[in-house]
């Protein structure tokens, strides 16, 4: 045993020296792989910004009613994809088709109005020039006035005409006004429909007594107008035989003239007032129809058929599917070399990380922190400093997403190559 162990010191202290040599290059060659390895890793990460605090964002629509009523048809149902302009659903429109019935008939008679009145400035004009004319001839200018008295007293029978036309279409709207407060009476003590519904048809209802009895005056006034229009006619043949009465007559002719003239412009005002409660009446049945603002899905949808629904009650959400973006939420440290152009990379959790390529649009102008509900005031009690993460918006490149898998909320995990 101890010859051997002597055989083996002698074959150590006369290892030839190649071979070491050799051995000392190989260990020297794989440190320099190494450190070379560990130097490309360094220089391959040190050139991109990645963060998990990111999610899918797009356009998302809350759509709601622009006026009140019963839901008579649905035309949608959750996650449905819609086009733009799609007919989502209908709102009762017959109270609002009522409404534009009623401003129709209130424009067609201020219309009638306002014809009236151009008609009597032509007439009050040729009055007040023969007047001045033939201040000493008071039988020619007698004989106008009784020409004009006699076309006043056709408007007033005119006028009557009218009253009694719209007597009518107040009498009808107080009758169905009375029958609505009965039917919802008896549904109101049956607690069937709300209180406040009862009470609204009850206002309707005096609101329609009251516009009856102002129409009922309406004619008794343009019958009494009738009556005086005839006396002045007779007024105006007696006047004939007094030539000083025709002076003085035709000296106020150019007041009369101007007051025709301002009841012509009132009775303008007030054609272009129902015209525009006409265009209003209008604009209301049409939005009784419910239409879809852009193309896109339905989500969260809260309307049924049958249910009532108030102005500005949100009914759906139409998430649009014309764009998406990534919002990434970068440490404020990572953002030293970062700009607007930069190529990055997306992986999507819901898909198995499968990558998107992308670059970075902009970066905004505050730190999330900032558009919290409670912003940190940091001039207060004892300031501990925390790394802030400033919103960068990330967009995709087009013709990735055929099918529209991307929705909004999704996880993320954007990589942006900052070098």
Same mark, same amino acid.
Do not use: C
């Given at each position: 045993?101890?010859?051997?162990?002597?055989?083996?010191?002698?074959?150590?202290?006369?290892?030839?020296?190649?071979?070491?040599?050799?051995?000392?290059?190989?260990?020297?060659?794989?440190?320099?792989?190494?450190?070379?390895?560990?130097?490309?890793?360094?220089?391959?990460?040190?050139?991109?910004?990645?963060?998990?605090?990111?999610?899918?964002?797009?356009?998302?629509t809350q759509v709601s009613s622009q006026v009140g009523g019963r839901i008579v048809k649905l035309h949608i149902v959750e996650n449905q994809?819609?086009?733009?302009?799609?007919?989502?659903?209908?709102?009762?429109?017959?109270?609002?088709?009522?409404?534009?019935?009623?401003?129709?008939?209130?424009?067609?008679?201020?219309?009638?109005?306002?014809?009236?009145?151009?008609?009597?400035?032509?007439?009050?004009?040729?009055?007040?020039?023969?007047?001045?004319?033939?201040?000493?001839?008071?039988?020619?200018?007698?004989?106008?006035?009784?020409?004009?008295?006699?076309?006043?007293?056709?408007?007033?029978?005119?006028?009557?005409?009218?009253?009694?036309?719209?007597?009518?279409?107040k009498e009808a709207t107080a009758t169905k006004a009375a029958r609505d407060v009965e039917r919802l009476k008896a549904l109101v003590a049956?607690?069937?429909v709300a209180a406040q519904q009862y009470d609204a048809a009850v206002s309707q209802a005096d609101a329609a007594r009251a516009s009856l009895?102002?129409?009922?005056?309406?004619?008794?006034?343009?019958?009494?107008?009738?009556?005086? +229009? &005839?006396? =002045? /006619?007779? @007024?105006?043949?007696? #006047?004939?035989? *007094? $030539?000083?009465?025709? !002076?003085?007559?035709?000296?106020?002719?150019?007041?009369?003239?101007?007051?025709?003239?301002?009841?012509?412009?009132? +009775? &303008?005002? =007030? /054609?272009? @007032?129902?015209?525009? #409660?006409?265009? *209003? $009446?209008?604009?209301? !049945?049409?939005?009784?129809?419910?239409?879809?603002?852009?193309?896109?899905?339905?989500?969260?949808?809260?309307?049924?058929?049958?249910?009532? /629904?108030?102005?500005?009650?949100?009914?759906?959400?139409?998430?649009?599917?014309?764009?998406?973006?990534?919002?990434?939420?970068?440490?404020?440290?990572?953002?030293?070399?970062?700009?607007?152009?930069?190529?990055?990379?997306?992986?999507?959790?819901?898909?198995?990380?499968?990558?998107?390529?992308?670059?970075?649009?902009?970066?905004?102008?505050?730190?999330?922190?900032?558009?919290?509900?409670?912003?940190?005031?940091?001039?207060?009690?004892?300031?501990?400093?925390?790394?802030?993460?400033?919103?960068?918006?990330?967009?995709?490149?087009?013709?990735?997403?055929?099918?529209?898998?991307?929705?909004?909320?999704?996880?993320?995990?954007?990589?942006?190559?900052?070098?």
């Amino acid at each position: 045993m101890a010859a051997e162990q002597e055989a083996v010191k002698t074959e150590v202290k006369t290892e030839p020296p190649a071979e070491r040599r050799g051995r000392a290059r190989w260990f020297i060659g794989a440190a320099v792989v190494v450190a070379a390895g560990a130097a490309l890793v360094m220089w391959h990460y040190s050139g991109r910004v990645s963060t998990d605090d990111a999610q899918i964002d797009g356009h998302i629509t809350q759509v709601s009613s622009q006026v009140g009523g019963r839901i008579v048809k649905l035309h949608i149902v959750e996650n449905q994809h819609v086009d733009a302009g799609a007919v989502l659903a209908e709102i009762d429109p017959r109270d609002y088709q009522v409404a534009v019935d009623r401003a129709k008939a209130d424009l067609a008679d201020a219309e009638a109005n306002l014809a009236a009145a151009k008609t009597g400035i032509p007439i009050s004009a040729t009055s007040t020039s023969s007047g001045v004319r033939n201040a000493t001839g008071g039988l020619e200018q007698a004989q106008a006035v009784v020409a004009m008295s006699e076309r006043q007293v056709e408007g007033a029978r005119s006028e009557l005409t009218a009253a009694q036309a719209r007597l009518r279409e107040k009498e009808a709207t107080a009758t169905k006004a009375a029958r609505d407060v009965e039917r919802l009476k008896a549904l109101v003590a049956k607690d069937e429909v709300a209180a406040q519904q009862y009470d609204a048809a009850v206002s309707q209802a005096d609101a329609a007594r009251a516009s009856l009895d102002a129409a009922k005056s309406d004619v008794v006034s343009a019958q009494a107008a009738i009556g005086a +229009a &005839e006396h =002045r /006619v007779q @007024q105006a043949r007696g #006047a004939a035989t *007094q $030539a000083q009465a025709a !002076l003085q007559e035709s000296k106020t002719a150019p007041e009369q003239l101007q007051v025709t003239k301002s009841k012509a412009d009132m +009775a &303008e005002a =007030r /054609v272009k @007032q129902f015209a525009a #409660a006409l265009a *209003q $009446a209008e604009l209301n !049945l049409e939005r009784t129809t419910i239409h879809a603002p852009t193309a896109g899905t339905i989500s969260r949808k809260s309307v049924e058929t049958g249910q009532i /629904v108030q102005p500005s009650q949100p009914l759906l959400a139409v998430v649009s599917d014309a764009e998406v973006w990534v919002t990434a939420n970068f440490k404020e440290t990572q953002l030293k070399d970062m700009r607007p152009g930069q190529r990055a990379s997306i992986d999507v959790d819901a898909m198995g990380g499968q990558e998107f390529r992308g670059h970075v649009d902009s970066i905004a102008a505050a730190t999330g922190a900032k558009f919290s509900m409670l912003p940190p005031e940091n001039a207060t009690g004892n300031y501990v400093k925390v790394v802030q993460r400033v919103p960068v918006k990330i967009v995709f490149e087009p013709g990735q997403d055929p099918e529209r898998r991307l929705r909004p909320g999704m996880s993320v995990q954007p990589t942006v190559y900052v070098k």
